[in-house]
């Protein structure tokens, strides 16, 4: 399949690139038409991306689909491979339907005497190393692409952000740029293993993944410098402390991205490079990685309940729902991986409705400190409602697309951790204390003297939320929607974990 004279897959990467080309052409004193710009060129790699998931047909024997291949570095085997996997399209989606609504909601006169243009074009430069990520089948394409991906959120903070949007920028830099090191440093260790056993270097995921025998000390070393690298992108306990300093400080619209998008990047890491390449010593260091994950769960749901700024409340949220997601995938049971799979999505959905509907709070208060709220509910139901709904899916409400995800974690889990999914399920019990909590504290009680200010949102603004509301409930009702494309994946990661494949979890599933 191709697309604009181009393979599928190399045409929608480049879509958000060549907008913000064309961006950068027009005259950045006309906001209003950079912003209608990127809007479209975002949805044409939406449209684009419903058109291969059409015609997504992901098998056992064929679960990369639309490859292609061409040759970069010929010394050292590197190529620009892409191909789509189940778990790469659904990844994609999100990026792709998520990016329109950030770019509709930017606003086109930034605070900082900063330009509107910027923000846009940054913004379509995140969306195009994100796609690349979650497509790259190359291992060294996939590094650089994961390292490009600090440059757009890096100005997007550091120039648009908050008062102390330069300290934010510098530790979220420096976090990433040592995780891409120690990547770094471990993806040339894999080099010069591959080459030591087949006789020619590679860095083809699929052939990593099936012609090479990792194991021993040599590949613990180079297990735990992906590891890292992914547990701070994820971020997992305890490497997350750069999160809520960059939620705090980045617009709303960046820390959808960030948050709702590009994190995914370190648990989709997990599962395309960890335990495909490294089975054995994935094993290994599973029960550390459920501790973790389980310790991020609690610590992070209690520090949520901490805060008094909204943005860092969500942030430590986020970190609590990415300990859910790990605990399902090193549980190493297809339900619960698939569970882990359904759960980043649906954190992605919820992430971005929340941050979205605190923009409005924001814009019109100033500040997102839970204190200099009350009384929202009377003054704006429309916020208040779209409030309450996102965060009941953050809370994983039956329905809602998180709950299908958490529950089978938990399920999974309990098969093969019965005491870590215990403990992990009380952070059901803190999730709805930090929601409820909040919701009251900001909607609850009588109109402040700002807060009668308010206007609601208008329907043209409701239009734009419509979207992200509608697909948390159709995640939610229709679960087997994202599980299907990511089943031939779990089934071929269960043979390499060494782990036998379960019935089809639900009906209608692959047999």
Not at 168 to 185: D, R
Request: charged share 10%.
């Amino acid at each position: 399949m191709s697309g604009f004279g181009f393979p599928a897959l190399i045409a929608l990467i480049l879509i958000p690139l060549v907008t913000a080309v064309i961006l950068l052409i027009l005259p950045k004193e006309n906001a209003a038409l950079i912003k209608k710009v990127a809007i479209s060129g975002s949805l044409v790699a939406l449209v684009y991306t419903v058109f291969l998931g059409i015609g997504f047909a992901s098998s056992i024997d064929t679960p990369v689909q639309y490859f292609v291949s061409y040759p970069w570095i010929r010394g050292f085997g590197i190529t620009f491979a892409f191909g789509m996997t189940g778990l790469g399209l659904l990844m994609v989606a999100l990026t792709a339907f998520l990016t329109p609504i950030v770019l509709a909601l930017t606003d086109t006169s930034p605070t900082n005497g900063a330009s509107a243009r910027g923000a846009f074009v940054w913004l379509l430069l995140a969306q195009f190393c994100a796609l690349g990520v979650f497509l790259a089948r190359d291992l060294f394409l996939f590094y650089v692409l994961f390292e490009a991906m600090l440059v757009p959120i890096y100005f997007l903070i550091g120039r648009y952000g908050g008062a102390k949007r330069a300290q934010a920028a510098t530790k979220f830099l420096i976090y990433g740029l040592f995780g891409g090191l120690v990547m770094l440093v471990a993806l040339i260790g894999l080099y010069v293993s591959a080459r030591s056993q087949l006789g020619f270097g590679t860095f083809d995921m699929d052939v990593l993944s099936s012609a090479i025998d990792l194991s021993g000390s040599t590949a613990v070393w180079i297990f735990l410098g992906f590891a890292l690298a992914f547990a701070i992108k994820a971020p997992l306990i305890p490497f997350h402390t750069w999160l809520p300093d960059s939620a705090e400080q980045a617009p709303v619209g960046t820390s959808v991205m960030l948050i709702g998008v590009l994190d995914k990047v370190g648990t989709f890491g997990m599962l395309v490079v960890l335990l495909p390449i490294f089975p054995v010593v994935s094993a290994q260091f599973a029960p550390l990685f459920i501790v973790l994950a389980v310790a991020g769960i609690i610590y992070a749901a209690l520090i949520a309940i901490a805060q008094t700024d909204m943005r860092r409340l969500l942030a430590y949220v986020s970190i609590s729902h990415f300990g859910f997601i790990v605990l399902g995938i090193f549980a190493f049971t297809e339900i619960a991986m698939t569970g882990a799979i359904v759960y980043m999505v649906a954190h992605g959905l919820a992430t971005a409705g929340m941050f979205l509907i605190l923009g409005e709070l924001i814009e019109r208060r100033g500040t997102a400190n839970v204190s200099d709220f009350g009384g929202v509910a009377k003054v704006a139901p429309r916020i208040a409602g779209i409030f309450l709904f996102s965060g009941l899916a953050t809370l994983a409400l039956p329905g809602l697309a998180g709950f299908v995800g958490e529950i089978m974690v938990l399920i999974g889990a309990y098969q093969r951790y019965q005491v870590a999914a215990v403990i992990a399920a009380l952070g059901l019990v803190l999730a709805a204390v930090y929601v409820l909590w909040m919701y009251q504290r900001v909607m609850g009680g009588e109109p402040t003297s700002q807060v009668t200010k308010f206007q609601d949102l208008r329907t043209s603004r409701i239009l734009v939320f419509a979207p992200v509301l509608i697909a948390l409930v159709v995640v939610g009702v229709l679960p087997q929607a994202v599980i299907a494309p990511v089943q031939p994946e779990i089934t071929q990661l269960q043979t390499s974990l060494g782990v036998a494949p379960a019935e089809p979890l639900l009906a209608g599933g692959s047999e």
